[in-house]
């Protein structure tokens, strides 16, 4: 078998140095390009034209999806690399894509890319684009998500509308739902309810905290380039650099 070309993904610079030093340790496989976000990597898959990608979904502002719909055909084959989000594990199984579960150890990364190498071997390096396209349909509409959330209140156990949410922030393995004049608490992690929520109508802004776009009031510059979030409820909340990918979708909705 000739040399797998392969291109990496990731916005977490160790996450990235892991799978890099994985792939330096097969010599079966060339890195042709790295990147450490959405943008870059559109760039560099076009200008290297991996055989494979390995692709992070989690990525601010410009995730693993919209990178695959930013690429023409063909495309490379493309092995995921996710968080747990059950909407997309699901969609990658009924639809034959590989994928890894972050965390994950040398041999169950060394388990992927073999498989990857015998599909190359019997398809070529291309993957399915019919396949793609229904994968791709299938997440988009499992991530516009719930309409409401199930929280408790005492012994009450009662909805909460996504509309009525002014923002989230995480608390250790807790959430605070903030709504109006009510605050509650749930179990679970920010990054899990970012995938849940509709992502036209919230926005995460920093590592603890994700705002309803129509919550916002206004935006005040701050220091290295960085946003006050003005809700309309009266809370001020950072948006920090990272994050700052959908300034301009906010803009357009203020």
Request: charged share 30%; glycine share 6%; aromatic share 10%.
């Amino acid at each position: 078998m000739t040399t797998l070309r392969v291109f990496v993904v990731d916005d977490e610079a160790p996450a990235r140095r892991k799978v890099l030093r994985f792939l330096a340790s097969d010599s079966e496989v060339e890195v042709v390009g790295e990147a450490a976000n959405g943008r870059d990597a559109v760039t560099g898959i076009r200008r290297t034209h991996p055989d494979l990608l390995l692709l992070d979904v989690q990525m601010p502002d410009f995730d693993g999806f919209e990178v695959v719909k930013q690429l023409a055909p063909p495309l490379p084959r493309i092995v995921f690399v996710t968080a747990f989000d059950e909407y997309a594990i699901r969609a990658f199984d009924v639809h034959a894509f590989g994928y890894l579960l972050k965390p994950f150890d040398q041999p169950r990364f060394q388990k992927v890319l073999d498989y990857a190498k015998e599909q190359a071997r019997a398809h070529g390096n291309s993957s399915s684009e019919e396949g793609l396209r229904k994968l791709l349909a299938e997440v988009e509409v499992a991530r516009r998500g719930p309409t409401r959330l199930a929280v408790e209140d005492g012994e009450r156990i009662f909805f909460v509308t996504a509309g009525d949410i002014d923002w989230i922030e995480s608390e250790r393995n807790y959430l605070l739902i903030h709504a109006g004049a009510k605050t509650y608490t749930i179990r679970g992690t920010l990054d899990a309810m970012e995938e849940r929520l509709d992502r036209a109508e919230f926005v995460r802004i920093n590592r603890s905290a994700m705002v309803r776009v129509d919550a916002v009031r206004e935006l005040q510059k701050w220091f290295h380039g960085e946003y006050k979030v003005m809700l309309k409820s009266g809370a001020s909340l950072r948006w920090t650099r990272r994050y700052l990918g959908r300034q301009a979708q906010i803009l357009q909705k203020l």
